[in-house]
């Protein structure tokens, strides 16, 4: 039996596993290797009684310099066949989440009650960075949020149910998205990915001197945010 989380981005909420519109986005990449973990730790329900759980939300290995945490979600990636400037291409990525401190600020909450699916309430101070270097090309690196927010890079996660493990969660809950956001102080945690994709704006892209096919319309605008997919269920 699977059971299914979701986070879409700040002012967005797509129930679909990548969040793109069909618009801006050329290049879509699909990662064929993943290094990172994720986290999740509730913090109860939003209101008394509503059943909709909230909790703190972060993705990949994190460290704490002193004065910023810095967490790195990094691998090798597949241009993807809808892709519109090289479909069937490789390179790397590195993804870095970052904010003050080691208070994480990134509050995601169910959107109903209840529910794996999980949207942005707030970002704070907090800060996604995609970097990806094409096989033989030049670095492109984008943000999410971005200025404007239609720079905003797009991107999705699948986390492996294999590795997911929850903390202080009462027995008689089973281990899932829904339930950690309703019990204060429990914990989900993945220490391995199935799949990971993102998406880059071509309005980026016309900047980051990056060859695009001139008979190629570009589509697809990311709306940045991020899924995972637990497979299995584990009990505390």
Known sequence: MSTKSFISGV????????????????????????????????????????????????????????????????????EAADSTVSPGATGSYTMTYEYLGTLNPGIAQSIAPGSDFLSFAALGDALFTLEVI?????????????????????????????????????????????????????????????????????SVLNTSEVPLPAALPLFLAGIAGFSATARRRKRA
């Open 134 to 202: 094409p096989m033989g090309g030049s670095a492109i690196t984008t943000t999410f949020p971005a200025d404007p927010f239609e720079n905003s890079f797009g991107f999705a996660v699948e986390h492996d149910g294999a590795t997911q493990v929850c903390n202080n969660l009462p027995t008689q809950f089973a281990c899932t998205i829904a339930n950690v956001g309703l019990n204060a102080g429990s914990s989900l945690s993945a220490t391995a990915f199935n799949s990971f994709s993102f998406s880059i704006p071509d």
């Open 11 to 78: 002012g967005a909420i797509c129930l679909s596993f990548f969040f793109i519109s069909s618009a801006h986005a050329a290049l879509i990449g699909n990662a064929t290797s993943i290094n990172g973990g994720t986290l999740y730790e509730g913090l109860g329900e939003t209101s008394p009684g509503n059943g909709v759980g909230s909790g703190r939300w972060q993705i990949g290995d994190c460290t704490f310099d002193g004065t910023s945490t810095i967490c790195v979600l990094s691998g090798t990636y597949e």
